[in-house]
């Protein structure tokens, strides 16, 4: 149902079942609109029920979980609107990131993104290797945000991309990675030789473009359609 990692150190039962619950969401191992129990996700954690209802209800506030009363508890599907918000608002700050920190950037906030992204090359032309790329992008631009002191800004636009990471991540399953780590390797030298005119477009392509693929996860046939709040039969990200 869920993979279980240890615990990490200091880690409470709530603090547990909150992470485990949330990347096996993220991760899509829990699958948009499958049906959950409390009874059987405490007992694969083995812990209790409470801290199992407590997560589940923060995790229903960050739009991953929905309860229907008397008929059950599942998790969220994908819905097109937030996606167009939280695509819209990484947009708009990323530029302005990026901006600023072609005018000043940390030499060490520089060489994490380049231990990074050579983490990132590694997985070129492997296979299944998706998720591991998604955790390393997520930390990519992270990196960023806190070398310009803005971490609660990037936690802000994490906190609205539940479902936009998601759809990422399927549109990442049906396409290599390659073009997004030479992307990543755009950014690197343009904050190195600080090419502030150079933003605008490498944002471009590194958000909206790839929104042009994720119409296809709703032709018919798609094997995720399901995954999706159908609340507009034909979808338009961009």
């Known amino acids: 149902m869920v993979t279980i990692s240890p615990k990490l150190p200091g880690e409470n039962n709530k603090e547990f079942a909150y992470r485990i619950i949330k990347d096996s969401i993220m991760s899509l191992e829990l699958e ?51 996606i167009k918000e939280a695509s819209f608002m990484r947009y708009t700050l990323e530029k302005e990131i990026l901006k600023l920190s072609c005018e000043q950037f940390p030499k060490a906030n520089l060489f994490d993104l380049k231990k990074n992204l050579a983490l990132q090359e590694d997985l070129i032309g492997c ?10 992008d997520k930390e990519f631009h992270r990196i960023i ?17 539940t479902h936009y990471n998601r759809i990422r991540l399927l549109s990442e399953m049906q396409h290599n990675f390659d073009e997004p780590i030479a992307q ?42 399901k995954y999706f709040e159908m609340v507009d039969q034909n979808p338009v990200f961009l």
């Not at 007992?43 to 199992?52: G, K």
């Not at 296979?127 to 390393?136: I, S, V």
């Not at 958000?207 to 046939?221: Q, R």
Request: hydrophobic letters at 40%.
């Open 32 to 82: 948009p609109g499958q049906a959950i129990s409390e009874i059987e996700l405490a007992a694969a954690l083995q812990i209790s029920r409470t801290p199992i209802r407590e997560v589940l209800g923060k995790l229903r506030e960050e739009h991953l979980v929905e309860v229907i009363p008397q008929v059950g508890t599942y998790i969220s599907k994908i819905k097109p609107q937030l």
């Open 127 to 136: 296979k299944g290797k998706e998720r591991e790329f998604h955790k390393l």
């Open 145 to 161: 945000f806190e070398g310009k002191k803005n971490e609660n800004i990037w936690t802000a636009i994490m906190r609205i991309s």
């Open 184 to 225: 990543h390797a755009k950014i690197i030298e343009i904050l190195e030789t600080k090419d502030c005119d150079a933003v605008e477009e490498i944002v471009r392509q590194h958000i909206v473009e790839p929104m042009k693929h994720w119409d296809d996860l709703f032709k018919e046939g798609s094997p995720y359609i």
